[in-house]
Nanobody
Framework: EVQFVESGGGLVQAGGSLRLSCAAS????????IGWFRQAPGKEREGVSC????????YYGDSVKGRFSISSDNAKNTVDLQMNSLKPEDTALYYC????????????????WGQGTQVTVSS
């Protein structure tokens, strides 16, 4: 059974930082691309970042480039998202997801989805 445990969300002031972590199980982690998505109330889901565990490719959404950084620990089956210089518009439910194909993560059609962790940035 595929499972994700997302953690690290919370309330932070604008300009602050948070580090989200996604612990994955139930599939061969090294073969998959893992991504982070977010969705704010009343808005469409947005791709934030993803990493290919097979070849190291990275992707960042335009709204987070230069502020967020994704990393993967294949020994622990975790993918972290370091979020710096947070803005109120970063407030959303953040999900991790996985797919064998990096492209499917980028176009937001991954095979597996997590449940999400809430990030709230106050102004």
């Amino acid at each position: 059974e595929v499972q994700f445990v997302e953690s690290g969300g919370g309330l932070v002031q604008a300009g602050g930082s948070l580090r989200l972590s996604c612990a994955a199980s139930g599939f061969t982690f090294d073969d998959y691309a893992i991504g982070w998505f977010r969705q704010a109330p009343g808005k469409e889901r947005e791709g934030v970042s993803c990493i290919s565990n097979s070849d190291g490719r990275l992707y960042y959404g335009d709204s987070v480039k230069g502020r967020f950084s994704i990393s993967s620990d294949n020994a622990k089956n975790t993918v972290d998202l370091q979020m710096n210089s947070l803005k109120p518009e970063d407030t959303a439910l953040y999900y991790c997801a996985a797919d064998l194909t990096f492209h499917n993560i980028v176009v937001m059609t991954p095979q597996y989805w997590g449940q999400g962790t809430q990030v709230t940035v106050s102004s």
